[in-house]
């Protein structure tokens, strides 16, 4: 009788257990349910390394963005989540970026604001990982930011990410002068289509230029390699 009281002791003792919080969804689940299935690539990575590792991996910069989770900024994420459903964008990133965007909730999240050092949430940037564990120095190299007032509409987001290409790409050529070639891949494929400059199209296309962006939607921060 002490044995069956045992085990019914442990049998409600385990049922009375708060439940583990289930872990929050990732920026791909809610992304595709609330926009749907095209966007650029995403990495559903656990951490920041990780996502840099994975980046470097695939031969891409890696664009992190860190939501705010304040109601007031929820406008600015919407209208960044629509920039990133852009036909346009989509073909321009997916050669060269891919995007990691951890839950404001998680344990990734609050990891990656402080190697960051964000200090002023959104957060939207282009970093790389240097040749060990995604890392350079023991510090993430942070080639870009974006100031997010406002976020970039789609064609202000090719310029930025375009000159970024551009600045990290005449630092490597400086860079394989110095050492006499090239060593392997360091985490960008220049084989995107250039979108940027002129673009013409026909009626109701755009035209996207250099000069007609205002300066402030380029970039607030660039840092050559």
């Known amino acids: 009788m002490s044995t069956l009281g045992g085990f019914f002791k442990r049998v409600v003792s385990t049922l009375l257990l708060p439940l583990a919080p289930s872990?929050?969804?990732?920026f791909t689940t809610t992304f595709e349910r609330d926009y749907g299935p095209n966007h650029p690539p995403f990495l559903d990575s656990p951490s920041l390394p990780h996502a840099l590792a994975?980046?470097?991996a695939s031969c891409r910069?890696?664009?992190?963005?860190?939501?705010s989770s304040s109601p007031r900024d929820d406008?600015?994420?919407k209208a960044f989540c629509r920039t990133l459903t852009d036909?346009?964008?989509?073909?321009?990133l997916h050669p060269s970026f891919v995007l990691w965007s951890p839950p404001p909730s998680s344990t990734a999240y609050k990891l990656a604001v402080k190697e960051l050092s964000a200090r002023r949430l959104p957060y939207l940037g282009v970093v790389h990982g240097g040749r060990e564990g995604g890392r350079k120095g023991g510090?993430?190299?942070?080639?870009s930011l974006h100031h997010f007032k406002p976020p970039p509409a789609p064609e202000q987001a090719v310029v930025w990410l375009n000159r970024t290409l551009e600045v990290r790409e005449g630092g490597r050529e400086g860079g394989r002068e110095g050492r006499g070639g090239r060593e392997g891949c360091v985490g960008v494929c220049l084989s995107s289509p250039r979108l940027m400059g002129r673009r013409e199209g026909g009626r109701g296309g755009r035209k996207w230029r250099n000069g007609g962006i205002e300066k402030e939607h380029l970039l607030s921060r660039t840092q050559s390699t």
């Open 87 to 92: 036909p346009d964008l989509i073909r321009f």
């Open 54 to 56: 994975s980046a470097r």
């Open 23 to 26: 872990p929050p969804p990732s």
């Open 75 to 77: 406008k600015r994420h």
């Open 139 to 143: 510090k993430v190299s942070v080639k």
């Open 61 to 67: 910069l890696l664009i992190v963005y860190l939501p």
